[in-house]
């Protein structure tokens, strides 16, 4: 039985031996990332820096609700807006595969220059089991490069550690219940951000769709699982598509984008099954997406698609 209380009395105590000097902490306000910092910050105290990164594919109001979790945890933070360098590095970049590896990258680079100006050595990540899992390595095949694992640049100069690296997800959450943080039941969100929620190239104008319809997707869900419609799903977000199709809008013909809604339950993330949605809460996130977003997108699907044969996030 895994025990939260134990597993963070022993983190704490090799953290403490571990890291030498000062630290910095890739935090992007998910479960797995703040339980890292909660716990190694217990080790070091000020001697770590949890830096989030605002890429410019986050969803909307994050930035600022992480600033807010973060004051309130007396964490020492920095916020970094290098939404500018995120957009020109994914300039024109439609693989998947490329995208994460960007992504992992230019990621490293903005944390080896605030290393630099706060003296560390050392980079803290919250990578958890299935992030290195789906990587693959020599033994296994890579389902898709997780940015934090298979997206570190061979040339990295701080030296890295992985707090959570032999956990899944339910025992995240059960040593984020242990230690009071109110994010142990948030739904996870992907590193690379919604840079993989758009299908091809993630222009501005492409993310700030998907940003729009996410917020749906995550408003209209909330409100019929507290209602009672529904049991809040693991996971549930909106994914843009790299086509076009013709619908009508009034009286006129329109040519837009397409939506696909996607929501799973699961329990650790290494499988997991689509969520039956309730047709009236569908119809609603529908009407909302194709209404709030005249001009753009005209046409909203669900993926009723299990993991396997699909992964979670349609990149």
């Not at 040339?155 to 995240?172: F, G, I, N, T, W």
Request: with cysteine.
């Amino acid at each position: 039985m895994f025990d939260p209380g134990k597993f963070i009395e022993e983190k704490v105590s090799e953290l403490k031996h571990e890291i030498k000097g000062k630290a910095i902490i890739a935090c992007s306000g998910g479960v797995d990332s703040t339980v890292a910092a909660v716990i190694t910050s217990k080790a070091i105290g000020n001697r770590l820096l949890t830096v989030y990164v605002n890429t410019g594919f986050m969803r909307k109001g994050e930035t600022e609700t992480v600033e807010k979790m973060l004051k309130q945890l007396g964490l020492n933070y920095k916020i970094v807006d290098a939404s500018n360098e995120f957009f020109a590095a994914l300039n024109g970049v439609v693989d998947p595969e490329r995208k994460r590896k960007i992504i992992g990258e230019k990621f490293i680079r903005v944390f080896e220059r605030t290393a630099r100006d706060f003296g560390a050595d050392y980079l803290v990540q919250g990578t958890i089991a299935p992030d290195w899992i789906e990587s693959g390595d020599r033994l296994r095949d890579t389902i898709k490069t997780h940015h934090n694992v298979g997206g570190l640049p061979a040339d990295m100069k701080l030296k890295l550690v992985e707090p959570l690296r032999d956990l899944y997800k339910d025992e995240v959450r059960k040593v984020a219940r242990f230690l009071g943080i109110e994010v142990s039941e948030r739904q996870p969100f992907p590193g690379p951000a919604l840079a993989i929620r758009v299908i091809g190239e993630a222009t501005p104008e492409a993310v700030e769709i998907v940003r729009e319809a996410c917020a749906i997707v995550e408003e209209e869900i909330e409100k019929a699982a507290a209602s009672g419609k529904m049991t809040l799903p693991w996971q549930y977000f909106a994914v843009l598509l790299p086509v076009q199709s013709v619908g009508v809008q009034g009286d006129r013909r329109a040519y837009g984008r397409t939506i696909a809604v996607r929501a799973v339950d699961s329990v650790d993330a290494m499988t997991a099954t689509y969520s039956k949605i309730p047709h009236e809460v569908l119809e609603k996130i529908s009407l909302r997406i194709v209404n709030e977003m005249k001009d753009k997108v005209n046409r909203v699907v669900y993926d009723i698609t299990d993991k396997p044969p699909a992964t979670i996030e349609w990149e």
